[in-house]
């Protein structure tokens, strides 16, 4: 049956998903498969389809926030896919994160309110420790710069509290913020499927957010490398992934 949001069906076929929450991100991914089919576009959720490596892949978008990942994790379970990895941007929380470096997100702090209206928050964010592995292996491989551990996932973008919010949580030595990570660890975790999360760090820590994004915008050279090496290193760890399950 076809999806209410993301619109696709389980005829798909498709096991592994990359999830970006910029819809523009989708054509840049594409650039990096073979064989791409536009799927739908439907609000946020943009979606082509590709092979890399031999291994089908599919890429929708997911636009801004937990709710609308929610979404899409839970249609993509209903079509069938089994693993995803987020490929996103955040702001780092830490002074030693440069930017364009990537996070690997182990797990993530529940501050949205999309996981927080499935179960309690007490309930554990955590990335699929298979799949991040994978994800270590290949960032390695590609020569990223890469750090692992937990990210901040919370829910508004410009509330008043921002600045004393971001100085707690990297007192606490979380790494980095985004709005995504946590429900889509969580929801996935409850349903049963693989997830991993990588993000591009387009902020360094102690700079205006605002003003860091609009830099992004416009093609920053970091992080517009950051972009291509988080695309290259959930790829190659679908590849390595995908390797693993079919010698299982």
Known sequence: MKQAHILLEENLGIKYALMPGDPGRIRRIAEHLK??????????????????????ILAISTGIGGCSAGIAVEELKN?????????????????????????????????????????????PA?????????????????????HEGIVHSHESFYHDENDAQSAYWSSKGVLGADMETAAIYTIGRLRGLRAASILNNVVLYGQDTADSIGDYAQGAQLAAQGETSEILTAL?????????????
Do not use: H, T
Request: charged fraction near 25%; glycine fraction near 10%.
């Open 236 to 248: 190659e760890a679908f590849v390595l992934f995908d390797r693993k399950e079919n010698s299982k």
């Open 79 to 123: 079509i069938g896919v089994k693993a995803m990895i987020r490929i996103g941007s955040c702001g780092a929380l830490q002074k030693d994160i440069g930017l364009g470096e990537l996070i690997l997100a182990s797990g993530a702090v529940r501050d949205d309110g999309a996981s927080k209206a499935y179960v309690p928050d007490i309930f």
């Open 126 to 146: 955590c990335a699929d420790r298979e799949l991040l592995n994978c994800c270590v292996q290949a960032a390695e491989a590609l020569g990223a710069v890469w």
């Open 35 to 56: 064989d791409v089919q536009q799927l739908e576009n439907n609000r946020e959720f943009l979606s082509i389809r590709g092979s890399y490596r031999g291994v089908d």
